[in-house]
């Protein structure tokens, strides 16, 4: 090849620095390592040494004004070399005692609260590369954290990274140091303190090293420069030196039993001890251990899900011995139990009406639920169950945990509580464990129990010596550690979001406890958008659809506008229909920061108050919403359509739109109702003849088994100025809404056929599986005592039962009915087609053999991964490398899974809290009708009832204040109907009257209460008060979510 | 010690490369020439060089201009140069390449295709016409750049067999980290291993290239990864041939240390032992001049 080259000299210039050869002073540091075969090799690499590097670079924002403008936020850090000592005696900031912090690795991974919220304190920071290389390979978020401090510009502090690695005068180490590889990294960072004590000898300025080894402790006395502290016993004098602050509080908790009282020198360890590290992964690699990511709904129940070969499989672990400190998310090892501690699957049918039953037998009141609670394993895609030897006997594998190879700790948000008196006499567990695990110390902080929001998470013990000034915040709290002896993990306090119970406050726990990011997005996101003089233009390679008349409709109020639609008139007598949906993909490039933030956030987040969104703003309300009256990049679904509704066509293709009109559905549902006439304006007639298109898809479907379901939810009015809410209504659904979904499952359907047929095991496929019997057992029972036969064997029969269904004087109970087998079914869930077999990817509740999600990519990255197998599909972009990787897709599927199931719990966490709003405004509670969902026919049990009250879409359990062994009850279990006294008498599905009320528990906790008006099981008002009283004594819970936690 | 920084985390902390080199530094380089004092098997002149970028070693032997093998290989007009690349089975093969028979690895047989081009270019072979040069390079160790390696032993080695050339051929790589959208990118120089191989699925850029110095002409330049644009090609093309300039640098002296020691001998000073000079003393000097 040659390549003569003009431009050489002018090539030269442009190079900034002259090559040269690297320095000569070198080392060629060799280690040996294993292969997978077990054979020994030998690694060699080159360590280049400088005397250049002066004293370690910081940070300086160069250039502040850059081209792109949306990245400004963002602080372009660039290094500059710190020459010599003058030199960095003019860049250190004074504080009081004016010293350098030289931070060990240790300190970096446990300690970064305290460095992130002592920038006064402390604003003197060193890092050392040896630190950072190996908080980076413990911890990926410590070392972005920490990168996070040393980067920034611009504050009150001096960070400065010191690549001690590389500096001839701190990468050699002594020959006594070199024997472990951590002694070694121990020793450098010495040097460094070392190396800079030596050059501020003469300054003012004092080095300190901080570390919480003693070995490295120890060993630094010997050396006069530099002083070697503990993170503690440094922040105490911190904290004395500066008055007021309370750094001491973010000091990590690590270590012995004094950390946590002291009480008892004598250890007993409560949990076995884990295999140590080498050990663990020895054992993971000969195959006595399996690794696997452990994942709990609750402290009772966990799984992991190891990986044979391709195969993936669910562990369960039982009980909190095998679990063995483990918390969700973390890496595990396991050690299977042998064959007969195996969980045999048809012991484990139990009845999820039972288990949903019992957890909310705590006079919960709240939501109602739309779907069956997903196991964990249908989040995940993992099969629950193995067959062993006979295929009869499918057995679910159960392990011990047996070490913990990666921890999750992260912070946590949740509350302190009063100190209860130990003379009460009933205490509820939490208090229990709060009076076991609290005490004083010597020196003015108290161990404190936390109990954080979130139910997976156990209590975590902290100290803290502001215990009085926590009460009745939220605060966060950081997952320390947690010592074989300890019951409880410990941790250290983080910040204070604010007092409990307000709405802000109470959001932002819901968006911590779900774990909804909600941070604003970074730069290196930002940096992808399109520039702010973006212009959209025709391009040669889209179809021009901007002379069509196409349309939206949405909510009113809708910002991202993700479809648009269009029907027209073909020659032949035929309609063209065509389904637009905003072309995300064209402004996310696969691989790029954008598209990882995306993937990572898998869908927009919908609260109450708030919109969530997983793209920046710009992208969602703007540049790929299909506004009115512009331009938009779409990907189009084109069919020809006949009038009887018969596709006779069907094409893909990138395009340009021009929407005409932006509708509301009540705009859309006006035209529709319009009667015909000619007055020329083409919304009317697209919409008109969308809508009749739309009737006949429907009846279609319908005819095909597609059920028709029912959602409980209700929205809220929210006032313009506080957004609080100030009334409840119900969701309109008219016609315009079951157009447009009608149109948007025909093209999810002919989307997800298209890319079946050219990537068959490679789409991301939505599947929603057949409902099991036992699920449904419950409800079918209940309906038969009523009258009705619900048949589930297809899901058309399921929906004609549903239809016949009917109560002439309550209607709503069909909806009920409709609702609660909604409950009784899983949740659809996102799938690789390579995983399953053709027969499962069937939709249930659509009767389709094949549905995925292609048309809300704005707000759901399933439907990204669509648009670019499609795009693929019909050859216009080729598919991005890792989309063809199944084992990605399995995780990508998996995520999407969860994300999509924390973003429902968290809109539902966000209705429950404006609902408390919303009754809490008014004292006196409110009296509406509400339906009996469940009666509680248990003997021995407290008579209850649950009930939905379907105003406002809330639903909970009314205790009647009866005792269990009360003469005049009778049950009536295969009626579902209690009577009282030959005379009341309660059964499923009738209508009641309730009232529903807040109640204040324990100074700034509420909770929603329901009680029953009519009809009255007792006459005398004056006992059913007493009764109140004594409901009331017997629920110590002071929120809904802490009674969720009792169980 | 297994770096566990991610390449261009460092670069960004500290505007260092992994291995503690500055963006545009090459590695150290030694040249040691008539490295192998067994190449006259019988006829033609002999040559030889070995020469190291960082850990990356290649060994080169020249012999001839000789006769022709066969009569079928000659041509009228000129020499032909018969190149012959192989790796000793010692040698640590690249990161995700599998160990394969040396003798019929691909890559191996892209790398003696390229490397006889650049030889071609390089040689004046009309001066020798119906004969044969025989080039055989042995990787003895690989740690990233073994093209460029390879070409600059085989130079150094057609140089210590008084082949006469335009120019001394000379070689390096350049290319960046990263995924090449963000366009403040460092160009690299004369990437190692690490840097050369793929990371977290983004392909990293690798531009082999050689060149004559003297006359500024490229012949030859290799690129397998995907470059955004032509501006991106343009940086990277230019910093390897400033790469190429470095490397011709450490060369020259490298000649013109042998050739005062060959002359040196001549007046009877001492005797050629080659095998044990070593040149790094002298480069160091240089390098740090």
């Given at each position: 090849m040659e390549y003569e080259d003009h431009d050489s000299e002018s090539d030269r210039e442009n190079y900034e620095s002259s090559i040269v050869t690297a320095p000569s002073l070198y080392l060629r540091p060799g280690y040996f390592r294993q292969t997978r075969k077990g054979k020994i090799v030998k690694s060699l690499s080159e360590r280049y040494l400088r005397d250049d590097l002066g004293l370690g670079c910081y940070y300086v924002d160069e250039?502040?004004?850059?081209?792109?403008?949306?990245?400004?936020?963002?602080?372009?850090?660039?290094?500059?070399?710190?020459?010599?000592?003058?030199?960095?005696?003019?860049?250190?900031?004074?504080?009081?005692?004016?010293?350098?912090?030289?931070?060990?690795?240790?300190?970096?991974?446990?300690?970064?609260?305290?460095?992130?919220?002592?920038?006064?304190?402390?604003?003197?920071?060193?890092?050392?590369?040896?630190?950072?290389?190996?908080?980076?390979?413990?911890?990926?978020?410590?070392?972005?954290?920490?990168?996070?401090?040393?980067?920034?510009?611009?504050?009150?502090?001096?960070?400065?990274?010191?690549?001690?690695?590389?500096?001839?005068?701190?990468?050699?180490?002594?020959?006594?140091?070199?024997?472990?590889?951590?002694?070694?990294?121990?020793?450098?960072?010495?040097?460094?303190?070392?190396?800079?004590?030596?050059?501020?000898?003469?300054?003012?300025?004092?080095?300190?090293?901080?570390?919480?080894?003693?070995?490295?402790?120890?060993?630094?006395?010997?050396?006069s420069d530099y002083e070697a502290r503990s993170v503690r016993s440094w922040v105490q004098e911190l904290d004395q030196l500066h008055p007021g602050s309370s750094l001491s509080d973010?000091?990590?908790?690590?270590?012995?039993?004094?950390?946590?009282?002291?009480?008892?020198?004598?250890?007993?360890?409560?949990?076995?001890?884990?295999?140590?590290?080498?050990?663990?992964?020895?054992?993971?690699?000969?195959?006595?251990?399996?690794?696997?990511?452990?994942?709990?709904?609750?402290?009772?129940?966990?799984?992991?899900?190891?990986?044979?070969?391709?195969?993936?499989?669910?562990?369960?672990?039982?009980g909190s011995q095998d679990r063995n400190r483990a918390i969700d998310g973390d890496v595990v090892a396991v050690e299977l139990h042998t064959l007969d501690k195996w969980l045999s699957s048809s012991m484990n049918v139990n009845d999820p009406k039972e288990d949903g039953s019992t957890i909310k037998k705590d006079s919960v009141v709240g939501i109602a639920d739309e779907t069956a609670e997903p196991s964990l394993n249908e989040l995940s895609n993992v099969p629950e169950s193995i067959t062993v030897n006979d295929a009869a006997n499918a057995l679910k594998p159960t392990g011990k945990i047996v070490g913990i190879l990666r921890r999750n700790f992260a912070s946590y948000s949740g509350s302190i509580f009063d100190k209860p008196s130990s003379s009460s006499s009933e205490l509820s567990e939490r208090e229990k464990i709060a009076l076991d695990n609290e005490r004083d110390h010597p020196d003015g902080t108290s161990t404190c129990v936390f109990f954080p929001v979130d139910n997976k998470v156990p209590p975590i013990l902290i100290r803290t010596s502001q215990r009085e000034s926590f009460l009745g915040q939220r605060i966060v709290c950081a997952m320390d550690s947690w010592p074989a002896h300890s019951l409880y993990p410990l941790g250290h306090y983080v910040e204070t979001i604010g007092p409990a119970g307000s709405k802000d406050v109470e959001t932002k726990v819901l968006l911590q406890q779900f774990k909804i990011a909600h941070e604003p997005f970074s730069a290196a996101v930002l940096a992808c958008l399109p520039p702010n003089d973006y212009k959209i233009e025709m391009v040669p390679d889209r179809t021009d659809l901007r002379h069509l008349p196409v349309l939206s409709i949405d909510p009113p109020g809708c910002k991202d506008i993700d479809d648009a639609l269009h029907c027209i008139d073909l020659p032949n007598g035929n309609y063209q229909v065509g389904v637009s949906i905003a072309d995300v993909t064209h402004y996310v490039s696969p691989g790029t920061a954008i598209d990882l933030e995306a993937a990572n956030r898998s869908t927009s987040t919908y609260l109450v108050n708030k919109r969530l969104d997983m793209l920046p703003a710009l992208l969602t309300t703007d540049l790929c919403s299909l506004k009115a009256n512009v331009d938009r990049y779409a990907f189009s679904v084109l069919w020809e359509v006949t009038p009887n509704a018969e596709i006779v066509n069907?094409?893909?293709?990138?395009?340009?739109?021009?929407?005409?009109?932006?509708?509301?559905?009540?705009?859309?549902?006006?035209?529709?109702?319009?009667?015909?006439?000619?007055?020329?304006?083409?919304?009317?007639?697209?919409?008109?003849?969308?809508?009749?298109?739309?009737?006949?898809?429907?009846?279609?479907?319908?005819?095909?088994?597609?059920?028709?379901?029912?959602?409980?939810?209700?929205?809220?009015?929210?006032?313009?100025?506080?957004?609080?809410?100030?009334?409840?209504?119900?969701?309109?659904?008219?016609?315009?809404?079951?157009?447009?979904?009608?149109?948007?499952?025909?093209?999810?359907?002919?989307?997800?056929?298209?890319?079946?047929?050219?990537?068959?095991?490679?789409?991301?496929?939505?599947?929603?599986?057949?409902?099991?019997?036992?699920?449904?057992?419950?409800?079918?029972?209940?309906?038969?005592?009523?009258?009705?036969?619900?048949?589930?064997?297809?899901?058309?029969?399921?929906?004609?039962?549903?239809?016949?269904?009917?109560?002439?004087?309550?209607?709503?109970?069909?909806?009920?009915?409709?609702?609660?087998?909604?409950?009784?079914?899983?949740?659809?869930?996102?799938?690789?087609?390579?995983?399953?077999?053709?027969?499962?990817?069937?939709?249930?509740?659509?009767?389709?053999?094949?549905?995925?999600?292609?048309?809300?990519?704005?707000?759901?990255?399933?439907?990204?991964?669509?648009?670019?197998?499609?795009?693929?599909?019909?050859?216009?972009?080729?598919?991005?490398?890792?989309?063809?990787?199944?084992?990605?897709?399995?995780?990508?599927?998996?995520?999407?899974?969860?994300?999509?199931?924390?973003?429902?719990?968290?809109?539902?966490?966000?209705?429950?809290?404006?609902?408390?709003?919303?009754?809490?405004?008014?004292?006196?509670?409110?009296?509406?009708?509400?339906?009996?969902?469940?009666?509680?026919?248990?003997?021995?049990?407290?008579?209850?009832?649950?009930?939905?009250?379907?105003?406002?879409?809330?639903?909970?359990?009314?205790?009647?204040?009866?005792?269990?062994?009360?003469?005049?009850?009778?049950?009536?279990?295969?009626?579902?109907?209690?009577?009282?006294?030959?005379?009341?008498?309660?059964?499923?599905?009738?209508?009641?009257?309730?009232k529903i009320w807040v109640r204040e528990v324990q100074d700034y906790q509420r909770e929603l209460v329901i009680d029953l008006v009519g009809p009255s099981l007792t006459k005398s008002s004056k006992k059913r008060g007493l009764e109140d009283k004594q409901k009331a004594d017997s629920i110590k819970s002071p929120s809904r979510k802490q009674a969720r936690r009792k169980k | 010690m297994g770096s566990?920084?991610?390449?261009?985390?460092?670069?960004?902390?500290?505007?260092?490369?992994?291995?503690?080199?500055?963006?545009?530094?090459?590695?150290?380089?030694?040249?040691?020439?008539?490295?192998?004092?067994?190449?006259?098997?019988?006829?033609?002149?002999?040559?030889?060089?070995?020469?190291?970028?960082?850990?990356?070693?290649?060994?080169?032997?020249?012999?001839?201009?000789?006769?022709?093998?066969?009569?079928?290989?000659?041509?009228?007009?000129?020499?032909?140069?018969?190149?012959?690349?192989?790796?000793?089975?010692?040698?640590?093969?690249?990161?995700?390449?599998?160990?394969?028979?040396?003798?019929?690895?691909?890559?191996?047989?892209?790398?003696?295709?390229?490397?006889?081009?650049a030889l071609e270019a390089t040689i004046l072979l009309q001066l020798y016409p119906k004969s044969r040069i025989q080039v055989q390079v042995v990787i003895l160790a690989d740690d990233g750049g073994r093209l460029s390696a390879a070409i600059n032993a085989a130079s150094v080695a057609l140089i210590d067999a008084g082949i006469p050339v335009k120019d001394i051929l000379c070689s390096c790589s350049a290319g960046y980290a990263g995924s090449g959208v963000n366009t403040d990118e460092k160009t690299l120089v004369d990437l190692n291993r690490q840097e050369e191989s793929s990371f977290a699925g983004q392909n990293a850029v690798c531009l082999p290239c050689a060149m004559l110095p003297q006359r500024g002409t490229v012949v030859m330049a290799q690129c397998e990864a995907r470059l955004p644009d032509f501006d991106t090609m343009d940086r990277v093309l230019g910093a390897a041939m400033d790469g190429c300039r470095a490397v011709f640098d450490i060369i020259q002296a490298a000649i013109r240390e042998r050739a005062s020691i060959l002359l040196g001998m001549r007046r009877g000073h001492g005797t050629p032992a080659t095998n044990v000079l070593k040149f790094d003393q002298v480069l160091i000097a240089y390098t740090n001049g």
């Open positions: 250039d502040s004004n850059k081209k792109n403008r949306r990245v400004k936020e963002a602080t372009n850090a660039v290094p500059r070399t710190i020459e010599d000592a003058t030199q960095l005696v003019t860049l250190l900031k004074p504080c009081y005692c004016n010293a350098v912090v030289v931070c060990d690795t240790n300190v970096l991974l446990h300690n970064l609260d305290v460095l992130e919220q002592s920038a006064s304190q402390m604003p003197n920071l060193v890092f050392p590369q040896t630190a950072l290389v190996e908080c980076r390979a413990n911890r990926r978020v410590a070392y972005d954290r920490s990168v996070e401090i040393m980067r920034q510009v611009g504050g009150d502090r001096l960070c400065v990274f010191f690549p001690d690695v590389h500096h001839s005068q701190t990468a050699h180490v002594a020959e006594d140091d070199n024997a472990l590889i951590n002694d070694e990294n121990d020793a450098r960072i010495r040097n460094v303190a070392a190396l800079l004590g030596e050059q501020l000898r003469h300054s003012r300025y004092k080095v300190i090293l901080l570390t919480d080894d003693k070995g490295s402790r120890a060993k630094a006395d010997s050396c973010l000091v990590a908790q690590h270590g012995g039993p004094a950390a946590i009282g002291g009480k008892d020198t004598v250890t007993n360890d409560i949990f076995p001890h884990h295999v140590g590290q080498a050990d663990l992964s020895l054992g993971v690699k000969i195959g006595r251990y399996y690794r696997g990511v452990l994942r709990s709904k609750d402290p009772q129940s966990a799984f992991v899900t190891i990986r044979r070969g391709e195969e993936r499989v669910a562990v369960t672990i039982e069907v094409d893909f293709k990138k395009s340009v739109i021009h929407s005409i009109a932006a509708l509301t559905y009540q705009q859309a549902q006006s035209f529709i109702d319009q009667p015909d006439n000619d007055d020329g304006d083409p919304r009317v007639g697209a919409v008109k003849r969308l809508a009749s298109l739309a009737r006949k898809f429907r009846e279609k479907r319908i005819e095909a088994g597609a059920l028709t379901l029912a959602s409980p939810e209700v929205k809220f009015v929210l006032d313009s100025e506080s957004l609080n809410p100030t009334d409840v209504q119900a969701y309109a659904l008219l016609e315009a809404n079951a157009l447009v979904e009608e149109f948007m499952l025909l093209a999810n359907i002919t989307v997800a056929k298209k890319i079946l047929r050219h990537y068959p095991t490679l789409s991301v496929l939505r599947r929603h599986p057949s409902p099991n019997r036992a699920m449904f057992e419950g409800l079918i029972s209940k309906a038969r005592c009523r009258g009705f036969d619900i048949d589930i064997e297809t899901s058309k029969r399921l929906a004609d039962s549903l239809d016949a269904s009917q109560i002439e004087s309550e209607p709503y109970v069909n909806k009920l009915l409709r609702i609660l087998s909604t409950r009784c079914m899983s949740p659809a869930q996102y799938f690789c087609s390579g995983e399953y077999r053709p027969l499962d990817w069937h939709h249930y509740g659509l009767a389709a053999p094949v549905y995925t999600h292609f048309t809300s990519p704005i707000r759901r990255y399933a439907d990204v991964c669509v648009h670019r197998l499609l795009a693929a599909a019909i050859n216009v972009a080729p598919l991005p490398p890792h989309l063809s990787s199944k084992s990605y897709l399995h995780d990508l599927c998996a995520n999407m899974n969860r994300r999509h199931r924390a973003a429902q719990l968290a809109g539902r966490a966000s209705v429950q809290l404006h609902t408390l709003i919303f009754f809490a405004s008014d004292s006196g509670g409110k009296e509406e009708d509400a339906y009996v969902l469940d009666v509680d026919t248990a003997k021995k049990s407290e008579p209850s009832i649950s009930v939905m009250v379907p105003r406002y879409g809330i639903e909970g359990r009314i205790k009647l204040g009866l005792a269990a062994d009360d003469p005049k009850l009778v049950r009536m279990a295969d009626q579902h109907k209690i009577v009282y006294d030959n005379d009341v008498s309660i059964q499923v599905f009738d209508r009641i009257r309730v | 566990s920084i991610r390449r261009t985390d460092l670069l960004a902390l500290s505007n260092l490369r992994n291995d503690g080199r500055k963006p545009g530094e090459i590695r150290r380089m030694r040249v040691q020439m008539g490295a192998n004092t067994n190449t006259g098997d019988g006829g033609g002149v002999g040559g030889s060089a070995l020469v190291d970028m960082g850990l990356t070693s290649a060994l080169a032997t020249v012999r001839g201009p000789m006769a022709c093998a066969r009569r079928s290989d000659e041509l009228p007009d000129r020499a032909m140069v018969d190149v012959s690349v192989k790796a000793v089975p010692f040698a640590p093969s690249g990161g995700d390449r599998r160990v394969t028979n040396p003798n019929t690895d691909r890559r191996l047989v892209e790398m003696t295709h390229l490397l006889k081009r």
